[in-house]
């Protein structure tokens, strides 16, 4: 498999819109034939039948199926933390942009099962793209920790330990609840998850409620 | 692949000690090759050679890598539920209790490094395997956490979404300080997990601390 710098987009970039589109099709069309088929029962034929393109243009932006599941898990990592990050906005207190960013991650879950499938597999079809993905997600969210806790918000020693934490419970939540069965509702998964991080287990002393 | 009702041990059961330890050299050489190759590069033959084992004993006790697969995900499992499980006795607080069953997870991981694997690629392999460990794993910490809310020992709200939580939270530190890199002890790591549970993390008042 070729290696590709973490920072590089794998792929060619279109130089049109209707290439542009024409490899989000491809991408597209590729999330839901290793979704729900894996990358070994999965063929570059099977992702241009289901795009309704040529196969001569998966070859003018993709090497081989290798290159679209990467780029696929890379587009994937993107979206998950695009969804998270546009629900930080507005949002003004540490715990309160957590509990959005995983409100918003439920919902991206639950109408994308296929995420938890793509990047589960990629720790076998492309283990570098899978590390990169959690790397950056714990990143994110140990970036918000530590600006918290350096605004004297929340706990000073909270850093890439608690982000991690953090982001292990919101991946169990998300499969549970969002991808597994939706039991509950994710606005009150958010929430529990909030008051967890926040507060902890313990029993609350009559003054604190 | 036949379906084997989630009980029963796959495999048959020897009738010798001979035939015992036969049977778990087998897995313990399953489970090398597994975590070293990945289910489709293994074969049969890979795994008796490392066992030592005529390719007879094999299906002796085995029907296929199939079968041999479902047994090792549920010896595993077994395994990590042991090595949690051990380590409660003579933990009195539910706290207590939760950081040694982490600690002893994370040495459980970083000595076995192939159990993440192992789980993780029977998402692909035999999915009822892999969603029957996650969910035997939430239950016992649930059990845990509905005792203690039941014996006023923690908030009374303490249940199956905290059990995820809490299961994730241990899966990705595993990951992470146990399997990728070693940079912090153990103790340290179970420790500060222990704290974020229990106390979360808000800013601690002056009386709390």
């Known amino acids: 498999m070729a290696q590709t710098a973490d920072h590089e987009e794998p792929g060619r970039t279109p130089r049109t819109a209707r290439g542009e589109r024409t490899k989000q099709a491809l991408l597209d069309a590729a999330a839901i034939e290793f979704g729900e088929k894996g990358f070994h029962e999965t063929s570059i034929t099977t992702i241009t039948n289901r795009a309704g393109t040529a196969l001569g243009s998966f070859y003018t932006y993709f090497e081989s199926k290798e290159e679209i599941f990467r780029a696929l898990v890379q587009f994937m990592s993107a979206e998950v933390a695009r969804a998270a990050g546009g629900a930080l906005e507005g949002e003004r207190?540490?715990?309160?942009?957590?509990?959005?960013a995983l409100r918003s991650f439920l919902a991206f879950a639950a109408e994308h099962g296929e995420v938890y499938r793509i990047i589960d597999e990629a720790e076998f079809v492309d283990p570098a793209a899978w590390r990169s993905h959690y790397?950056?997600?714990?990143?994110?969210?140990?970036?918000?920790?530590?600006?918290?806790?350096?605004?004297?918000?929340?706990?000073?020693?909270?850093?890439?330990?608690?982000?991690?934490?953090?982001?292990?419970?919101?991946?169990?939540?998300?499969?549970?609840?969002?991808?597994?069965?939706?039991?509950?509702?994710?606005?009150?998964?958010?929430?529990?998850?909030?008051?967890?991080i926040e507060n902890g287990l313990r029993r609350r002393k009559p003054a604190d409620s």
């Open 93 to 100: 207190g540490v715990f309160q942009r957590e509990q959005a």
């Open 135 to 196: 790397e950056k997600t714990a990143a994110r969210i140990c970036k918000r920790l530590e600006d918290a806790a350096e605004a004297g918000e929340i706990r000073e020693d909270a850093g890439e330990l608690h982000a991690w934490a953090l982001m292990g419970m919101n991946v169990f939540l998300g499969l549970r609840y969002a991808v597994w069965d939706r039991d509950r509702q994710p606005a009150d998964v958010a929430e529990a998850a909030r008051d967890l």
